[in-house]
């Protein structure tokens, strides 16, 4: 195998990639069938019971897990008294499901929802029962015209009730086929088109022409069975089309339980990733009681690795979860969004730079960890910015940013993040930094990416010294920067 002459970096690369091929074993999984719908199971007993449970208390329950069933108990049955006994009986027409974090079909998905799955039951009578009134009618294609309206209609029901808010484009898609193109402004049942239009057709159930046709009460009872299953179809989709900008990530602000839905299934991939990581880590040999002993350096110290893993999944699955559950938006802006934060920045501080040169400690630099130790950041920031959403008036801790370079520009030149160390101050990770005078400013992270001079009191521009002895890190505190400017960046020297 060659490589082009003169890249010394992918020769490197390759060099790398084949010492991590012959050092670590090939790492494999076994893979698990693919999770049958939540809604609509796989057939066999326990799925049956689960949607069945779930009905009755408006409650979907988590695999493995039975948190919740209390409150789906309080809200689905309320306490009366008879004969001096307490008794309990269910509640009439309960207009939400719930799920972990008390999130679930609220407000205006759960209007739809309960709506949709009343005008069903009143539907599917009326659309069974429906008969030609002409004689030419092919009652086989009617039937199957019926059987497509049906199990679109149910799958419509299905979608406006899903956990989390339902899919724009697929209830869209449900809307055509029933009615349709998306013209919310055709109102008519003489006008509709989508299978319901098609069966009025060959059904001959059309206002139009209807005096030849209908010569007695029963036949025009057709008719108007036919516009009652249209005008609710009708109704629905003009409700949806003026409340679908909540879910699908528009304008509209959406509901707490459909948040704290997303928020709950983001902690649950949070925990998930943990797993995978480990799983690499255990593949390029670091298992658990190395990983006891193995510390990774983060800004003003360092931290054991299965200490910050521990960390992390009980965040996901415990911490997290009870905070949502007890406190609410307070708890989400005072305590959520603050823990991960802090815990995506370590995890990012345990992720090499592009520029980074892994030392003898190949295990954690290798190809796979590194691109499981993304991904975990990855889904902390998504755990942060569900948090921010669901608290949107709460103010993001700042993000300080170093730009800098050698003494002649182009010697060194790059951007390095700064994480909060416990001492308040704000720490590069520990970098290999070129002797001599090194220039660079400090900067501040806005939320839309751009970086920009901090306020007014920062000094812009700092020079210090490399000595020869590393490695070494940026360190700046923000809160000498308004007394002693000068002194609030600096380059340090860690072990």
Known sequence: MTTAAG?????????????????????????????????????????????????????????????????????????????????????????????ELEGGVVGAQASLHVRARESLTRSVGLLHDLRPLLETTDEEVCAALKSVIETEFRELVDELGKLGGPRVPRVDHLWRVLLGPEDASVTDPDDVLGRLGDLRDRLGLGQSGSDE????????????????????????????????????????????GIQLVQLERQLSVVAGSVDELRA????????????????????????????????????ATQEGPRLVKDGGKLAISGALLPAATELCDLVAQAVDDEEDQPGSDLGI???????????????LDDVVAGSASVAPNTKSPPAYVIRGSGTRLGDWEREIRLYRGADGRYWSKPLDLPVGPVHFKVLRRTTDGETEYPEKGFQKDYVRVVGPQGPHA????????ARNPSAAGDVRQVN
Do not use: M
């Open 213 to 256: 046709r209908v010569n007695n009460a029963d036949e025009e009872q057709q008719l108007t069975s036919f516009r009652i299953i249209v005008d609710d179809l009708v109704s629905l989709r003009t409700s949806w089309e003026r409340d679908k900008r909540f879910f699908g990530g528009g304008e509209g602000n959406p509901f707490l």
């Open 280 to 315: 690499a880590l255990d593949s390029v040999l670091i298992d658990a009681d190395e990983r006891r002993t193995f510390r990774i350096p983060i800004c003003g110290g360092s931290i054991l690795l299965e200490d910050l893993l521990d960390w992390i999944v009980d965040f």
């Open 474 to 481: 940026f360190v700046f505190d923000p809160r000498s920067a």
């Open 7 to 99: 890249n010394g970096r992918g020769d490197k690369e390759l060099t790398d990639a084949l010492r991590q091929f012959l050092a670590y074993p090939v790492q494999t999984q076994a893979t698990a069938p693919a999770r049958e719908r939540e809604d609509g199971g796989s057939g066999d007993l326990q799925d049956s019971v689960d949607r069945v449970i779930g009905d009755v208390l408006g409650w979907r329950r988590r695999p493995g897990r039975i948190d919740g069933v209390l409150s789906a108990l309080e809200q689905a049955f309320e306490p009366y008294e008879k004969h001096g006994r307490v008794l309990y009986r269910r509640r009439p027409n309960i207009a939400s499901f719930h799920s």
């Open 365 to 379: 630099h290798s190809v796979r960890v590194q691109e499981a130790l993304k991904s975990l950041r990855r889904h």
